[in-house]
C-alpha cells in the first residue's frame, strides 16, 4: 500500500488544472512504470489509450460535466420508459420533473 500511496498523491496533485500537466503526467507515467506496482500499470495504459482527452483533462479548467449530466439523466429516464408512451410524454418528464 506504501508502493501506491505515494505515486498516487503525485497523481491527485495533476488534477489542480495547469498548462504545465501534460508534461508532469508523462514524467509520473515514466516513473510509475520503472518503479513496477503491478495496480498502476492497467491506469496508466487507460491514460495512455486517450491521452489527448487525458492531457485536456488536466490542462484546461473547463470541463462539459453539466452537459453530460443531462445526457445521462435523459438515457435513464428512456430507460424507464422503454416501450411506453411517446414522445411526448418524454418530454414532459424531461421537462417538469
Same mark, same amino acid.
Given at each position: 500500500?506504501?508502493?501506491?500511496?505515494? %505515486?498516487?498523491?503525485?497523481?491527485?496533485?495533476?488534477?489542480? %488544472?495547469?498548462?504545465?500537466?501534460?508534461?508532469?503526467?508523462?514524467?509520473?507515467?515514466?516513473?510509475?512504470?520503472?518503479?513496477?506496482?503491478?495496480?498502476?500499470?492497467?491506469?496508466?495504459?487507460?491514460?495512455?489509450?486517450?491521452?489527448?482527452?487525458?492531457?485536456?483533462?488536466?490542462?484546461?479548467?473547463?470541463?462539459?460535466?453539466?452537459?453530460?449530466?443531462?445526457?445521462?439523466?435523459?438515457?435513464?429516464?428512456? &430507460?424507464?420508459?422503454?416501450? &411506453?408512451?411517446?414522445?411526448?410524454?418524454?418530454?414532459?418528464?424531461?421537462?417538469?420533473?
Amino acid at each position: 500500500m506504501t508502493e501506491i500511496a505515494c %505515486p498516487t498523491g503525485e497523481f491527485a496533485r495533476l488534477l489542480t %488544472p495547469a498548462e504545465l500537466n501534460a508534461a508532469k503526467l508523462t514524467d509520473w507515467i515514466a516513473s510509475v512504470r520503472s518503479a513496477d506496482p503491478p495496480h498502476l500499470h492497467s491506469f496508466t495504459n487507460g491514460l495512455e489509450l486517450d491521452r489527448a482527452a487525458v492531457d485536456a483533462g488536466l490542462a484546461f479548467p473547463h470541463h462539459n460535466g453539466r452537459t453530460k449530466a443531462v445526457n445521462t439523466r435523459t438515457k435513464r429516464i428512456m &430507460r424507464q420508459m422503454h416501450g &411506453r408512451a411517446g414522445l411526448s410524454l418524454l418530454r414532459h418528464r424531461i421537462l417538469l420533473p
